[in-house]
């Protein structure tokens, strides 16, 4: 079975916003588009309310679930050092940063549905 990891890009700005690995691209990007409580989900909601749609990229593609862990991990850290504010878990330091992002970034939603 082929994996990959992909990215997230807002169309707004062009931005990675976020990476992540599947065996299944159709229905990752599928559940990435219903725009879940997530950070990432969060901004998709915002994406989608000012009438786009996030793009997907294929970034890498690998032969098993070890190796698209390792890109995974390879892919974050080299966003990360080239100050890409990526909403991962893994990428946004520690759960009062979260906190805070997703308050940020639900404050900015909400302000769109008024």
Known sequence: MTHCVYALIDPRSDGI???GQTSDLARRRAE???GTDQLSGVLVR?????GFVPLVV???RC?????ALRAEIFWIELARTRGMGLLNTQAVGGAVA???TRRALTNALDAMVE
């Open 46 to 50: 915002q994406i989608r309310l000012a």
């Open 17 to 19: 916003f976020y990476i």
């Open 32 to 34: 990435h588009m219903e």
């Open 58 to 60: 294929v970034l890498e």
């Open 63 to 67: 032969e098993s679930m070890d190796a």
């Open 98 to 100: 979260r906190r805070a």
